[in-house]
């Protein structure tokens, strides 16, 4: 059979002579090229693959396509850092050059054996601009760094009977002596599932089933992603990004979603019993997380800061989106907790902080940093109404503005110059019980928004594409507060 083609299906080994030079040089020249987050220097990033600690540092790989802001043929890129905050570019990790991932090395995780890092992918086939099957493929990578491609490869050759082509995103753990691979499926009837793989050697792979979640999603649920499962002190946790959600009351307002789910899962008989699920970020770009163990055995996660199928201000620079910062996750509550990982305090530069008291009115905390992390408590009184503007000029401002009365905090993007994505709202909100004070920790790094509120209780992700000149951080209310906050300038780490 001939291979199905299109453009879009270029590897980088087919690049033209000075084609990634110029594409490299157009991105530098952007004003909206984070400092700090992990981003391409052209092409478009989307999932965080295959993270990992391994033999004593931090490498994280994500899909990426060079040749301009779409999604094309997926290659894995790669960095890694000594100390989670600082990334050095590696050599491409997975370039897609062989039959049994003719169109994309897709998303994929990691695990170690025997001293080894073992990367697990999906080989993603095209038939035609429909049709489609995937093989799961194993790399491996030595403690010298050097990534080499299984040579039996694939592990996993197709889908199993009852499955669409749309099987993809191994996500492999152990249990005893037994490897699990989970992967987000697709049924015949194009309802989302999750399937599980089992193996001896973590070569060697027989289909075991499909996991019984009790979740009740939807039926228009027609595809799962990028499943992952952990545990917190002892509680299991799944991680998974469904496609197909309807918006209900201040959830899965995004074209597609994020959910976390507690509970116990009994791998052996494929059951995970949910006691409890949320939608785990309310911003506007979040999607495919996932999970790590850190150096200290914590739990670490990456998201994409972006969303598929939404036109950003960036894409006629070529270049497109960046991942969140690593956040520690902690179960609190009863609720999955997401912090900034305690490591980006190394990048805090010049620093100014305050304490005042507004009444009825706004004022400019702070003005000048493009990159900046804000830590900010506020003791709001009887204040009804109250909030941040990030980004703040004359003319432009990110609000996230704090209801008393209604107990809900809502993110507003609709105010820029570069104003996108309007089909699909330009508010989210959140519920957030408002007591007499409110803890805040923001991350500003030029086009992406990061807040935690209340020790990560609400996180919401953001893009915004503000002008240079809109660097302000105001505070307003409508009753009397007070607020003590800091403000650090963020060094650049590329
Ligand atoms: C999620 C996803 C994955 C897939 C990858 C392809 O964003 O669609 O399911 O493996 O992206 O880039």
Not at 248 to 255: G, T
Request: aromatic share 12%; proline share 4%; charged share 25%.
């Amino acid at each position: 059979m001939t291979k199905y083609t299109e453009p879009k299906y270029k590897t980088l080994h087919e690049a033209e002579a000075n084609e990634l030079e110029i594409l490299k040089e157009k991105v530098a020249a952007s004003i909206w090229k984070p400092a700090f987050h992990i981003h391409p220097e052209h092409g478009l990033l989307n999932d965080p693959n295959g993270l990992a600690y391994f033999n004593g540092t931090y490498h994280v790989f994500y899909q990426w396509f060079p040749f301009g802001s779409y999604h094309g043929m997926k290659h894995w890129a790669h960095v890694k850092s000594d100390n989670l905050v600082e990334w050095e570019q590696q050599p491409t990790a997975l370039v897609p050059i062989e039959d049994y991932e003719s169109h994309g090395a897709y998303s994929g995780a990691s695990i170690e054996v025997d001293g080894k890092l073992y990367l697990y992918y999906t080989g993603n086939i095209k038939y035609s601009a429909e049709e489609r099957s995937a093989n799961q493929c194993l790399a491996i990578m030595e403690k010298d760094g050097q990534v080499r491609k299984y040579d039996h490869n694939p592990i996993i050759e197709g889908v199993p009977a009852g499955y669409t082509g749309h099987v993809r995103d191994p996500k492999v753990f152990k249990k005893g002596n037994i490897y699990y691979m989970m992967l987000g499926a697709q049924r015949e009837d194009k309802t989302g599932a999750i399937i599980v793989y089992e193996s001896k050697d973590a070569l060697d792979w027989s289909f075991k089933g499909e996991l019984r979640l009790d979740l009740d999603l939807p039926e228009s649920c027609y595809m799962l992603e990028c499943p992952d499962y952990f545990k917190i002190n002892g509680q299991d946790v799944l991680v998974v990004s469904p496609q197909g959600l309807e918006a209900k009351h201040h959830d899965y307002q995004n074209l597609y979603n994020v959910i976390y789910a507690l509970g116990k899962l009994d791998i052996e008989n494929l059951t995970f019993d949910v006691t409890d699920y949320q939608e785990l970020d309310k911003g506007f770009d979040f999607y495919a997380p996932q999970t790590f163990e850190g150096k200290s055995h914590e739990r670490l996660m990456f998201g994409w800061a972006g969303m598929a199928e939404v036109e950003y201000p960036t894409d006629k620079e070529d270049w497109a989106h960046c991942l969140t910062l690593p956040r520690k996750l902690d179960i609190v509550n009863g609720l999955l907790v997401q912090k900034p990982a305690t490591e980006l305090k190394q990048l805090r530069s010049k620093s100014h902080s305050g304490s005042l008291t507004l009444d009825k009115d706004s004022t400019n905390l702070h003005s000048g940093f493009r990159s900046f992390e804000l830590e900010a408590s506020i003791e709001s009184h009887g204040a009804d109404s109250f909030g941040l503007e990030l980004f703040s000029s004359e003319t432009e401002g990110l609000v996230l503005a704090f209801d008393r009365s209604n107990q809900t905090v809502t993110l507003n993007r609709e105010n820029f110059h570069s104003s996108f994505d309007k089909q699909n709202g330009l508010v989210r909100s959140a519920e957030l019980s408002i007591g007499d004070s409110v803890k805040l920790q923001v991350f500003c790094d030029r086009s992406i928004a990061e807040i935690f509120i209340n020790d990560g209780e609400v996180v919401f992700t953001t893009r915004v594409f503000p002008i240079e000149q809109s660097t302000g951080v105001k505070l307003f209310t409508d009753k009397e507060l007070t607020c003590s906050y800091a403000i650090h300038q963020m060094k650049s780490t590329n």
